[in-house]
Each structure stands twice: as C-alpha cells, then as structure tokens.
T-cell receptor, first 113, second 111 residues
Framework: DTAVSQTPKYLVTQMGNDKSIKCEQN?????MYWYKQDSKKFLKIMFS???????INETVPNRFSPKSPDKAHLNLHINSLELGDSAVYFC????????????FGEGSWLTVV | GNSVTQMEGPVTLSEEAFLTINCTYT??????LFWYVQYPGEGLQLLLK???ADDKGSNKGFEATYRKETTSFHLEKGSVQVSDSAVYFC??????????WGAGTKLIIKP
C-alpha cells in the first residue's frame, strides 16, 4: 500500500525522445509536486498542483509538461529529451497548509544517452 | 527571500559518535521546518519536523529544536550507527506552501 508511487523507477532513453513519468498518491492529499534532484543531490521544485490546478511553475523548459487528470495523479511528460535532463525526478504530495508533511515517491532515475 | 543553509558534507564519523548537522534559515513570518533523509538508492523520507518556535522534533534518536532567535534547526543524534549513513536535507515551508531545501549533507558512518 505505497502512499506515493511513481513509474518507471528507472528509465534510459535516447536524446530527442519523448517520455512520461506517472505518479499516483492514495493519501487523499490535495496537493502534488514534481521535484528534480541533480547529480549533486540538490532538490529543485518544478511544479505544484492543488486540486488539479497549477499553483507553482518554476523556471522549467516548455519541454516539461505536467498533467493532472485528478487529485490523485500528477504525470510528467518530457518532450525532446536532452542530456541535461538526466536526473532523479521525485513526485510528492501533501495537504495544503504550512506545516503539513510532504510525502515523496521513491524517485524515477532518468538517464538520457 | 527564503533560504536554507546547511553544512557541507560529507560528514564522516565513527559509530557511536555524537552527530550535529547545522541548518540555518532566512524566512519571513513563521515557517515550518523539516529534516528529510535519503538513504542510498531510495527516495526522501520525513525524519522530523517542527511547526513553531521552541518546538522539538524527534524520531529514531534524532532531534532538532526550532530556534527562532538564532534562525536554526540543527539536527543532532547522541550515538550514530552505520545504518544512519544517508543524505540529510533541511527544509522550510514558506507561507506560499513551497518547500525550500538546503543542499543536503552526506553522512558517512564507519564501523
């Protein structure tokens, strides 16, 4: 009964391809996030959705497009993959409100070759 | 703006040593503060949190106290184990619910 699950866990793909990472949470949370962790372990927020509405959209290339079909899902689609997109991508969820814990998925290791 | 600064790693200690990982922050208002841990090859897990000044978060022998006067949230453990080897992240939640992260501190515990 994984709380935040994302698939695939590992993905190796060629430059120029289009790929998606799926995320689902079964915690009843109203807010979901995508984070990117680079090789130096630095975490950077990419997007945040609250009740399927985009509330945070950091400076991310247009090639990255989140899609939230419902409150329990937030998928990340990446077009025209580049070498620099190689990273670990974390999905997360929480209840909206300061002090509420953000729960993370296990991460998706993306390698672009 | 809001920011979190934590000590650079890696921090290498022997088993049963005392651990401190420093974390300081700048923020407007009264943010909530968190420590997350990432074990090798795994995702992020909440270790502990504190939501107001003078609160102490604790879990698995780790503690951190929310010090508003020094804007700090240092992580401590009295006796570390090899299994504590991981990357530790300090974070604050700002008023617009965004989580601001420190750069992470890698902890290596040697037997």
């Amino acid at each position: 009964d994984t709380a935040v699950s994302q698939t695939p866990k590992y993905l190796v793909t060629q430059m120029g391809n289009d790929k998606s990472i799926k995320c689902e949470q079964n915690l009843g949370h109203d807010t979901m996030y995508w984070y990117k962790q680079d090789s130096k372990k630095f975490l950077k927020i990419m997007f945040s959705y609250n009740n399927k509405e985009l509330i945070i959209n950091e400076t991310v290339p247009n090639r990255f497009s989140p899609k939230s079909p419902d409150k329990a899902h937030l998928n990340l689609h990446i077009n025209s993959l580049e070498l620099g997109d190689s990273a670990v991508y974390f999905c997360a969820s929480s209840l909206q409100g300061s002090g509420n814990t953000i729960y993370f998925g296990e991460g998706s290791w993306l390698t672009v070759v | 703006g809001n920011s979190v600064t934590q000590m650079e790693g890696p921090v290498t200690l022997s088993e049963e040593a005392f651990l401190t990982i420093n974390c300081t922050y700048t923020a407007t208002g009264y943010p909530s503060l968190f420590w997350y841990v990432q074990y090798p090859g795994e995702g992020l897990q909440l270790l502990l949190k504190a939501t107001k000044a003078d609160d102490k978060g604790s879990n698995k022998g780790f503690e951190a106290t929310y010090r508003k006067e020094t804007t700090s949230f240092h992580l401590e453990k009295g006796s570390v184990q090899v299994s504590d080897s991981a990357v530790y992240f300090c974070a604050l939640m700002s008023s617009n619910y965004q989580l601001i992260w420190g750069a992470g501190t890698k902890l290596i515990i040697k037997p």
